[in-house]
């Protein structure tokens, strides 16, 4: 922890309170008494740039103390300087347990109930404690008289007015804020309003002399030049509770009647608006800086911030202006007293139409964890202990799954678990360096990619010697720096409202049924544009190209082909949805090693619609692009897009941000090139199943889009964990059984049978040295159970999963046929293809249709596979023969299945690099490596699949 002067110096209230004091303005410090309260808050402050004190009363953390963790986690996410505040805390057994227990910056120790001299003592003993937790102090010299909710009722004492020598007691108690009584009282103060003593206050102020800070308590029925001369006499911290409260209570009792969502929200909203005007009142706006160069919350020393000192780079800071007023009637300044207390008491008349009533033009950058994230982001800390606060990013103890769950998965969830610990390995703790990239929200999601984007574009600038690749602002990624625009519109001035308003086409489907697009509308979306986004040669090109080619990917194992048909269509009403399809388009594109010069380029014509870019696209050659540069210059743009749009909580719940994602994900696992990509496949892929799972998206969600995002991303999470030697990260188990399934649906279900055995594999090389026999049996268990689920769904497969049987000959010219480059020479892998007639005879081809089927039978024989390889054995030579017997099945029928799709099956082909790479690390007859090889270095060319190295490993794994 430190000595208390080394914490006192970073301690988040006396910091906030410090440049408060040296700026001459007052900070906010607001109860929160739910989590509604809290989120509006935090937007006020992001979107005010203003600083910002939460506080919540004893009552409410006895209640509820994941509130109390909950509001950390917003501390910690937000983009400005925030601190959580215990107030009013009056009994010293909760101010002890809370103190080293909770993660409050600061408490006020409240003994103001005992005359002076036994405040005095035992302010001094609890102020000595606090301080050795790292928690500021805040004390009531005097006595403030009254009561409110949350705070005991001192009106049957005698109010005391703060005095010269109670000053020098609190300060010699060494309490770092000091809340003076000059008159002010708890609660209302009556027709006459405020009388307060501003002499007094002055004079407390100059004896203070800046040694502590000074609160102000019992701000009911101020009116903004009440308050603002509170702060020209000294007052740094404004205790706020009805004063900005009222307007929340006064909405919900008028609005009563409305859908609890639709209450909850437009209460939320009025409670921002609220805020933001006394924060302008204050005159904190605009005094939150942030250090543009990192993104970070700035500690704003001069003339350079610490963390710019410490990386010696340039010290920036945003230039964010307050809005000025359109007319001196609108300046709260300019307000009487009492018409602002007719505003303040007129809150229910305001207008508040909907949720979105908020998200106009006046609105600045706003971010905030939502309703779930933050109670999940509590929940994960608060079940670690009763002890100090850990961070939701070093917690070891998230667990997911719940063990002892109701099963409904066949035997990989059968009522014969209770005998094999960790059985079901999706209720296994992660590894503790799995954790931190797991428990995220979506705004930490994209500061993730906007981290890793920033670092890219610095690291190719800095290498370019002054001449740099990239004119991109990347201060443009921070979603600090982004302003929320009211309403995206489309780039066609012709489009009217009307136009927009056109019904869409039928393009979503659930059981078969087409269904019209409601679910996924655009119109009522602010963050949508209100019509079609008009498309660019290079944009239409692109797209064309992810139809035909990149979507039937994603889709392969969902026959209604949402990503082909429906994302498409949300991509033109949805920037950042458009432009992450065009990105992932193009760096598909650009893994074409067989396409000639001619074809790497593209003619650049700028997109009318990218209106976020100006002055930042790439630098042209003249002759065009090259579409690895032109998906770069994309998903920049889709970043941009996410840092102003992701202040919506309704985009953060989206399909559109769903869809986003998981083409993100895409993204970065089609870019292979480290001198060009931009991040951390892992990492992100993450952040999606974060995503997904704060939205409760699964593989069963009614939803068929949501289905189909899911399904996509296990997908790749499979591969990226098989190639990690990880767990998979899926927490979700299916509840219908197999029996239930139709024909298109065993083929997902075979998914999630083949994540759960790399999660085995994942354990068997984690276990590999525990070498007891114990060990051994329990491993075997495991093992013997998903192979009984492997077969449980073979057996029930319908015919449409049987090879296409073809009479004798026919088989051999089918498996024998070169494809259309098979007689060059492919540079790419460095291997002569001159013999492939004789190579690809080796495994004839095992024709399947359709090819969602030859998909789920590639990822079936995979998933044996991996099982058979990793699963201990002790049942001599017989039993390592019958396995033997049953890998070379499976390889047989790999490779043979691979065989038989040509160039146009890239979706199979895709499936099928992953199925030969597994079956093929135990194949040892020189014959078969060579037949598996060719079929292989097929595959890799037909898919472009972004992992050339699988080869020469195949290689090295066969040598060794």
């Not at 963790?69 to 959580?84: D, E, G, N």
């Not at 005998?419 to 703790?429: E, I, Y």
């Not at 991996?866 to 047989?892: A, D, F, H």
Request: hydrophobic fraction near 35%; aromatic fraction near 8%; charge should be negative.
């Amino acid at each position: 922890m430190g000595t208390w002067p080394e914490s006192r110096a970073r301690n988040r209230t006396l910091q906030i309170l410090r440049s408060a004091t040296e700026g001459e303005y007052g900070v906010l410090a607001i109860i929160c008494y739910n989590i509604e309260h809290l989120t509006a808050l935090v937007r006020a402050a992001e979107a005010k740039r203003s600083p910002l004190i939460l506080q919540l009363f004893p009552s409410t953390v006895k209640q509820l103390p994941t509130l109390a963790w909950a509001a950390a986690a917003a501390v910690k996410s937000a983009t400005v300087p925030l601190s959580l505040h215990l107030d009013h805390a009056q009994d010293e057994g909760q101010i002890r347990d809370i103190a080293a227990n909770l993660p409050f910056d600061s408490i006020m120790v409240d003994m103001s109930h005992y005359d002076h001299d036994e405040n005095l003592a035992k302010t001094k003993i609890l102020t000595r404690f606090c301080h050795e937790n790292g928690i500021a102090v805040e004390a009531e010299s005097g006595r403030i008289n009254g009561g409110e909710e949350g705070i005991a009722d001192t009106g049957s004492l005698e109010a005391l007015f703060t005095t010269p020598e109670e000053v020098e007691d609190f300060l010699a108690a060494e309490v770092d804020l000091l809340a003076p009584s000059i008159g002010n009282i708890h609660g209302d103060y009556g027709p006459a309003g405020p009388q307060l003593d501003y002499q007094r206050l002055a004079d407390v102020n100059r004896q203070i002399a800046g040694r502590v800070g000074m609160a102000l308590h019992g701000t009911n029925d101020f009116t903004p030049e009440v308050m603002r001369r509170c702060i020209q006499n000294g007052t740094a911290k404004l205790n706020i509770n009805k004063l900005i409260l009222e307007c929340w209570n006064v909405h919900l009792g008028e609005h009563a009647r409305e859908p609890l969502m639709q209450l909850l929200d437009g209460g939320m909203a009025v409670l921002q608006a609220e805020v933001e005007r006394w924060m302008d009142v204050c005159g904190s706006s605009g005094k939150a800086l942030t250090c543009r160069k990192r993104r970070v919350k700035c500690d704003e020393a001069k003339p350079s911030c610490n963390r710019c000192s410490k990386a010696d780079r340039e010290c920036r800071y945003g230039q964010l202006a307050v809005a000025e007023p359109s007319d001196a009637g609108s300046d709260p300044a300019n307000l009487s007293d009492r018409e602002d207390v007719s505003q303040r008491k007129g809150y229910g008349s305001r207008s508040v139409a909907s949720p979105c009533a908020i998200q106009g033009p006046r609105e600045s950058s706003t971010e905030h964890p939502t309703e779930h994230e933050a109670f999940d982001n509590a929940r994960t800390a608060f079940s670690a202990s009763p002890g100090p606060l850990v961070p939701p990013d070093s917690s070891d103890s998230f667990r997911i799954g719940v063990p002892g769950a109701p099963s409904h998965n066949g035997r990989i969830d059968a009522d014969d678990d209770e005998g094999l610990p960790n059985l079901d390995f999706s209720v296994s703790p992660l590894a503790a360096s799995q954790i931190p990239l797991l428990n995220i929200s979506p705004f930490e999601w994209y500061d993730l990619l906007a981290q890793d984007a920033i670092s890219h574009i610095q690291r190719v600038n800095d290498a370019t010697n002054g001449d740099p690749r990239w004119r991109f602002d990347e201060s443009t990624l921070s979603r600090a720096q982004s302003g929320a625009p009211a309403r995206y519109s489309s780039s066609h001035p012709g489009q009217t409202n009307a136009d927009a308003a056109q019904e869409l086409p039928s393009l979503d489907y659930h059981d078969d049924e087409p269904r019209p697009l409601a679910a996924h509308d655009s119109i009522s979306k602010p963050w949508n544009t209100t019509s079609s986004i008009e498309l660019s040669a290079t944009d239409m090109r692109f797209l064309r190209y992810y139809t035909e080619v990149v979507g039937p990917i994603l889709d392969l194992f969902d026959p209604v082909q949402h990503f082909t048909k429906v994302v498409p269509h949300l991509a033109m009403r949805n920037t950042g949805l458009l432009k992450a399809l065009l990105a992932v388009a193009a760096r598909y594109m650009s893994l074409d090693a067989t396409a000639g010069a001619a074809d790497d380029t593209v003619p650049v014509s700028a997109s009318p619609d990218s209106t976020l870019l100006q002055g930042n696209s790439l630098p042209d050659s003249g002759l065009g692009q090259v579409p690895a540069q032109i998906a770069t210059q994309y998903y920049y743009e889709t970043l941009q897009y996410l840092s102003q749009t992701l202040l919506y909580p309704s985009y953060a719940d989206s399909d559109e941000i769903l869809a986003t994602a998981i083409l993100i994900s895409t993204y970065e696992m089609f870019d292979t090139d480290p001198a060009t990509r931009s991040g951390n496949w892992e990492r992100h892929l993450r952040g999606a199943f974060w995503i997904q799972r704060s939205q409760d998206n699964d593989g069963e969600s009614i939803d068929g889009l949501r289905r189909a995002v899911w399904w996509a991303w296990l997908r790749q999470d499979i591969w990226a964990a098989f190639r990690a030697g990880r767990p998979t990260l899926t927490i979700w188990r299916p509840r219908r059984r197999l029996e239930d399934l139709d024909s298109d649906e065993l083929a997902t279900r075979i998914l999630y049978i083949c994540a759960k055995c790399v999660e085995f594999a994942s354990s068997s090389s984690a276990d590999s040295g525990a070498g007891q026999d114990r060990d051994i049996r329990i491993k075997i268990d495991h093992g013997n159970k998903l192979l009984r689920s492997l077969q449980d769904w073979y057996d029930i497969l319908p015919l449409s999963y049987k090879p296409i049987v073809v009479a004798a000959g026919v088989e051999d010219e089918l498996s024998a046929a070169p494809t259309v480059s098979s007689c060059e020479r492919d540079d790419r892998y460095n291997t002569a293809t001159t013999d492939d007639r004789g190579r690809s005879a080796v495994f004839p081809s095992v024709w399947i249709h359709p090819p969602n089927h030859a998909g789920a039978m590639q990822m079936y024989h995979f998933a044996k596979a991996i099982v058979l390889l990793n699963q201990p054995t002790t049942g001599g030579l017989s039993e390592y023969r019958q396995r033997q017997k049953r890998l070379s099945e499976s390889v047989n029928m790999v490779c043979g299945i691979a065989n038989a799709y040509r160039d146009k099956e890239s979706a199979v082909a895709f499936v099928s690099v992953q199925a030969v790479f597994a079956v093929g690390l135990f194949v040892q007859v020189p014959a078969k490596q060579d037949g598996l090889l060719y079929t292989l270095e097929q595959m890799l060319k037909k898919s472009k699949f972004p992992a050339p190295g699988l080869v020469a490993e195949l290689k090295q794994v066969w040598a060794e």
